[in-house]
T-cell receptor, first 111, second 113 residues
Framework: KNQVEQSPQSLIILEGKNCTLQCNYTVSPFSNLRWYKQDTGRGPVSLTIMTFSENTKSNGRYTATLDADTKQSSLHITASQLSDSASYIC??????????FGAGTTVTVRA | GAGVSQSPRYKVAKRGQDVALRCDPISGHVSLFWYQQALGQGPEFLTYFQNEAQLDKSGLPSDRFFAERPEGSVSTLKIQRTQQEDSAVYLCASEAGASDTQYFGPGTRLTVL
């Protein structure tokens, strides 16, 4: 069973609207949680990294939250743009180097 | 270079052939990772190098998979006697230090016929 579960599997939103992606994890111990954006045919690109003590981090129009008690994270995209169409992957690290990846949420932004 | 590069970008192999995939990490990055990504899935860890030392190879699916990084920079992932289930995108990532941002290459899409 995957230790990182993401929902929804995919979503479609209109340009300019907001959306929130969810991530639940069971990875333990916990070192940090990362959100990556992966465009089709490309490698993932880091958006945010949060440690246990951080509960929110922003990168432009992307805001990630973390609740280490409930082992949940969310990624909020504000005022979506067509270029936000991609797969968003939640990644949890138990130690310094080994990452557990979720299957990703595919976001499609339509004009 | 400015980022992580991988070659070839696409590789088609006949079942039973050997393949070698190359990764050029960001200059000076100590850590290097290989991942396997199946269609519609997140990447799965294969192996991890710190400089030239392979510290973790627990994710390699079989002894047909072999990775090396002899001089602590460029790395090669070799797959011997390829099987259809080896078809996937192979991603390489490098990292300046522990728990730092991992920078991914574009991947090599391997198709085994």
């Amino acid at each position: 069973k995957n230790q990182v579960e993401q929902s929804p599997q995919s979503l479609i939103i209109l340009e300019g609207k907001n959306c929130t992606l969810q991530c639940n994890y069971t990875v333990s111990p916990f070192s940090n949680l990362r959100w990556y954006k992966q465009d089709t045919g490309r490698g993932p690109v880091s958006l945010t990294i949060m440690t246990f003590s951080e509960n929110t981090k922003s990168n432009g129009r992307y805001t990630a939250t973390l609740d280490a008690d409930t082992k949940q994270s969310s990624l909020h995209i504000t005022a979506s743009q067509l270029s936000d169409s991609a797969s968003y992957i939640c990644v949890v690290s138990a130690n310094d180097y080994k990452l557990s990846f979720g299957a990703g949420t595919t976001v499609t932004v339509r004009a | 270079g400015a980022g992580v590069s991988q070659s070839p970008r696409y590789k088609v192999a006949k079942r039973g052939q050997d393949v070698a995939l190359r990764c050029d990490p960001i200059s000076g990055h100590v850590s290097l990772f290989w991942y396997q990504q199946a269609l519609g899935q997140g990447p799965e860890f294969l192996t991890y190098f710190q400089n030239e030392a392979q510290l973790d190879k627990s994710g390699l699916p079989s002894d047909r998979f072999f990775a090396e990084r002899p001089e602590g920079s460029v790395s090669t992932l070799k797959i011997q006697r390829t099987q259809q289930e080896d078809s996937a995108v192979y991603l390489c990532a490098s990292e300046a230090g522990a728990s730092d941002t991992q920078y991914f290459g574009p991947g090599t899409r391997l198709t085994v016929l």
